[in-house]
């Protein structure tokens, strides 16, 4: 045995980059910790952090390319698999066009160097507009508000949160995700240091979680309503006459257009359908105003529902208005040393409503379609069908709404192929599986999520474990599909090119390449680079034509009717009463954790959290089975009566469902649960984004 190692490395599993130190003997895990010395994180980790040495020793994970046979899962070797599957899209492609073949890309790959690096040339050589991904059931709503108010999709207003006196936090749990769309390694600690130096903390949330728990006041919101609430808070604003722009006066365009239209949705109005009393909301709006510096942050509560796009436009324009914008302690614009906006120019064109999509007729965006209609792009015969799907670290079976309906057009492609580490819900579909290496065998640097980080801070990690022979890399996939799908020799110095080399490219190219940073740098600095808190830089980041930002861009004032037909129509669905939200859980990222027994021991998480009144009025007991029923399908979970639920409304965690069979996840399997996405309605989408609407799917329980 050799000497006890010490490594150093960002933990790629969820937004909040926190820095991990990996004690180790030659290929064994000894302990992973939080790195002390990384100047972000400080020392904080969560629980998932030790799950790494998982994911890396476990037996089920697939190292090698395996084939479905009629009489099962076969090894094949990579030059097999991949002269296979090149055939097999090319002849598609040709006998039924270049669309035939559709991409779905999952969670993973913004948590990769490697694919973050290499997609953009793989789905060039695959040609296809036909693209879809897990950002439409997340994050696609902020986009489109990015896009339309400041000109680039990536350009993201992110909470400064270790400078503000007073944070909104609408639909978001960040207690238990450590932030999203928040780059912010212990997150809870940041919380507390506001509430130390005398701040508030408000969470609006149909749920009380966590985060509301420890928030100095919570409100309960009815599902989806909370355009409503927003509208009104920026109707206080604007009926005190407290519109304050501060150094960005000159650059607002809209602002008469907001005026009017915040008019028509005073408080007294709104009130009765969110649920939340008009005086209420006139404090609230009143102690965001009165705060020194405030934000409202709002996140999947208020991206995955049907008036997400509103959401997050409101958010941005409340946050503006009351002067907390591009300034300490309100949103600000990260400046990360690799900058994904370096080349965009002022006054770009995105793709939104480039094209719509086939049979539904949703919007393009940012280069893909919203993954709520993919079963039907499959299932509905026609000009333009799709015919094959490469997924690449997704698992849409058990992610995307209506899942079980992806699953059964999934079966009915003519080929599919999977990249991914396990023989999981989605890639038991795939004709071949060609498997990545993983977590602390790569090398990393966190592309994306500097870009919506509370501080500037930058990273690189080296793989602590080589990979084995047999292994590819993520990015060696991709890069090998792309040059047999353009017949480049696979001796061409264009496959030589290395994320390495990217991004260093990129590093001395950016914002701090003046300043000598570059991939040696971070080498050199193992636990990372503080570059400073966020800084003012509006001027120099905004990339509209005009230089300002749209408080009031069109496609939103179109889409106000749609909002206001709510508070026309019955608060509740009589055949499916219940509205259906979805949780998550400390010790699960998404669907594809659940394989790490430290992970999933004890009891069963996976349970419906309903009100004592209406457990009451259905003669509900604790731990009784119900089945709980949607116009998509059904399935049964076990009760759990809290009053931490509003009334009205239930909950169940999101990511579970490993209950079917010939799937390699033997410890996921002990545990499986069930999958939210059985009966959530991939009909239900914000219809201004495309983004899947998940919260307050109407359901109907009964015991089962
Ligand atoms: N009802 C409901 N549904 C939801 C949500 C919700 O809140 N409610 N949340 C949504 C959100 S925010 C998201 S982001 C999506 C996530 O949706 P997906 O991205 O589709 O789901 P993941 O669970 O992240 O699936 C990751 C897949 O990648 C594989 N994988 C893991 N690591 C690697 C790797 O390093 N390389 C490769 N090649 N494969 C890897 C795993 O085996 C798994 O198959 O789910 C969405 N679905
Ligand atoms: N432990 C853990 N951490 C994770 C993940 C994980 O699976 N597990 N996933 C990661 C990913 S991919 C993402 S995108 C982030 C998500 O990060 P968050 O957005 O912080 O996480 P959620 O738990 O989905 O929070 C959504 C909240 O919205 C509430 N909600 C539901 N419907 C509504 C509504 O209509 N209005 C309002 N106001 N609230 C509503 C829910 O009760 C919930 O508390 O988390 C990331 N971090
Ligand atoms: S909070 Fe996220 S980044 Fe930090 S240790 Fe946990 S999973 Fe990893
Ligand atoms: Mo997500």
């Not at 950002?135 to 400078?163: C, E, K």
């Not at 379609?369 to 094959?388: D, H, M, N, R």
């Not at 999934?410 to 599986?433: G, K, R």
């Not at 966020?534 to 001027?539: Q, R, V």
Request: one cysteine or more; charged letters at 20%; hydrophobic letters at 40%.
């Amino acid at each position: 045995m050799s000497e006890i190692k010490t490594h150093y490395r960002n933990c790629n599993i969820c937004e909040a980059m926190c820095g991990l130190e990996i004690k180790y003997q030659d290929k064994e895990i000894i302990s992973i910790k939080g790195d002390q010395q990384d100047p972000f994180s400080q020392g904080y980790n969560c629980p998932k952090a030790t799950a790494l040495e998982d994911f890396y020793t476990d037996k089920d994970r697939l190292k090698t390319p395996i084939k479905r046979t009629a009489t099962g899962w076969e090894d094949i070797s990579w030059d097999e698999a991949f002269s296979e599957i090149i055939d097999k899209f090319k002849g598609i492609q040709q006998q039924y066009g270049k669309n035939a073949l559709a991409i779905y890309l999952g969670n993973p790959n913004a948590h990769s160097l490697g694919n973050a690096l290499f997609l953009r040339p793989f789905m060039k050589s695959l040609g296809t507009i036909n693209r879809f991904s897990s950002a439409s059931t997340d994050q696609i709503p902020h986009h489109v508000a990015a896009n339309f108010m400041f000109g680039a999709g990536m350009l993201i207003p992110i909470p400064d949160i270790d400078r503000t006196d007073f944070m909104l936090i609408i639909g978001g749990n960040p207690v238990v995700s450590n932030g999203s769309m928040m780059t912010a390694p212990n997150v809870i600690g940041r919380m507390k240091a506001i509430q130390k130096r005398g701040g508030k903390i408000v969470v609006v949330d149909p749920r009380r979680t966590r985060t509301a728990k420890i928030a100095d006041q919570h409100l309960f919101i009815r599902p989806e309503k909370d355009a409503l609430l927003l509208f009104a808070m920026i109707h206080c604003v604007f009926a005190r006459g407290k519109v304050n722009l501060r150094h960005i006066e000159t650059m607002v365009t809209g602002l008469d257009e907001l005026e009017k239209l915040a008019k028509t949705y005073p408080p007294e109005k709104v009130a009765e359908f969110v649920g939340i009393k008009a005086s209420t909301i006139h404090t609230l709006a009143d102690d965001m105003m009165a705060a020194d510096a405030a934000i409202c942050y709002s996140r999947m509560g208020a991206s995955t529902q049907t008036f997400g796009g509103l959401c997050q436009w409101l958010t941005n324009v409340l946050n503006i208005i009351t002067g907390n914008f591009d300034r300490a302690g309100g949103a600000m614009f990260p400046q990360p040393a690799f900058d994904l906006l370096r080349n965009q120019k002022k006054g770009y064109k995105s793709s939104f409503g480039q094209y719509h999509s086939r049979v539904r007729k949703l919007p393009f965006f940012n280069g893909e379609f919203p993954v709520a209609t993919l079963a039907e792009e499959i299932q509905t015969a026609g000009e333009g069908q799709i015919k094959s799907l490469i997924t690449v670290a997704g698992n849409p079976v058990l992610s995307a709404p209506s899942g079980h309906k992806l699953a059964e057009a999934f079966d009915s492609l003519d080929y599919m192929v999977a990249i991914d580490i396990y023989l999981n819900e989605t890639t038991q579909y795939a004709n071949i599986i060609l498997p990545g290496t993983t977590g602390i065998e790569n090398s990393h640097f966190d592309i994306f999520f500097n870009n919506f980080s509370v501080r500037n801070t930058v990273k690189y990690s080296a793989p602590l474990f080589e990979k084995e022979p047999q292994q590819r890399a993520d990015w060696q996939i991709l890069q090998e599909i792309a040059a047999r799908m353009t017949n480049t020799p696979l001796d061409d110095p264009m496959l030589k090119i290395t994320p390495e080399m990217l991004l260093d490219s990129e590093l001395k190219k950016g914002a701090y390449g003046k300043q000598g940073m570059s991939l040696q740098k971070l080498i050199d600095n193992p636990h990372g680079i503080d570059l400073g808190p966020l800084m003012p830089c509006i001027e120099a980041r905004i990339k509209t034509a005009n230089g300002k930002v749209d408080l009031a861009p069109q496609l939103y004032i179109d889409d106000l009717p749609r909002l206001n037909s709510v508070m026309t129509q019955p608060a509740r669905d009589q055949q499916y009463p219940f509205d259906l939200i979805g949780r998550r859980l400390v010790k699960s990222h998404n669907t594809w954790t659940q394989n790490s027994a430290r992970l999933v021991k004890g009891k069963n998480p996976c349970t419906l959290e309903i009100h004592p009144e209406d457990a009451k009025l259905l003669g509900i007991t604790k731990g009784q089975r119900l089945k709980v029923s949607s116009l998509v399908g059904e399935i049964e979970i076990e009760a759990v009566i809290t009053d931490d639920i509003q009334q009205g409304v239930v909950s169940m965690p999101q990511g579970w469902g490993h209950n079917q069979k010939g799937i390699k996840m033997s410890v996921a399997a002990t545990q499986p649960g069930v999958s939210i996405n059985d009966i959530t309605d991939a009909d239900r989408v914000d219809l201004l984004t495309g983004n899947a609407a998940f919260n307050g799917t109407p359901v109907a329980i009964e015991i089962a």
